[in-house]
């Protein structure tokens, strides 16, 4: 399984960023982006199922943007006023059963970085 992230990039505080990730097999049950910064732990950004429930971290509502296209098992997260706080590697992430197993997947990683 791969997933295939893509969008990062440098921008000034308020502009924004669309990030994507593209997963390889067959589909996810939830899809979403997680977040790192130097010397702390992976974050949850926002989650989405395949019945497009999603799941937002505070520090994000109402700016940021979680959808999917599952018909080609890609998730996007459409980051607006961006803050100098967002700024981290984001990570994207997939989970779906096989056989009543669920698998976690993580993709390469993207950079966003905000500016003040």
């Known amino acids: 399984v791969q997933l295939q992230a893509s969008g990062g990039g440098s921008v000034q505080a308020g502009g924004s960023l669309r990030l994507s990730c593209a997963g390889s097999?067959?589909?996810?049950?939830?899809m979403g982006w997680y977040r790192q910064v130097p010397g702390k732990g992976r974050e949850l950004v926002a989650t989405?199922?395949?019945?497009?429930?999603?799941n937002y971290a505070d520090s994000v509502k109402g700016r940021f943007t979680i959808s999917r296209d599952n018909a080609k098992n890609t998730v996007y997260l459409q980051m607006n006023s961006l803050k100098p706080e967002d700024t981290a590697v984001y990570y994207c992430y997939a989970r779906r059963l096989e056989k009543g197993v669920g698998y976690q997947y993580w993709g390469q990683g993207t950079q966003v970085t905000v500016s003040s």
């Open positions: 097999g067959s589909a996810f049950s939830t």
């Open positions: 989405i199922t395949s019945a497009g429930s999603t």
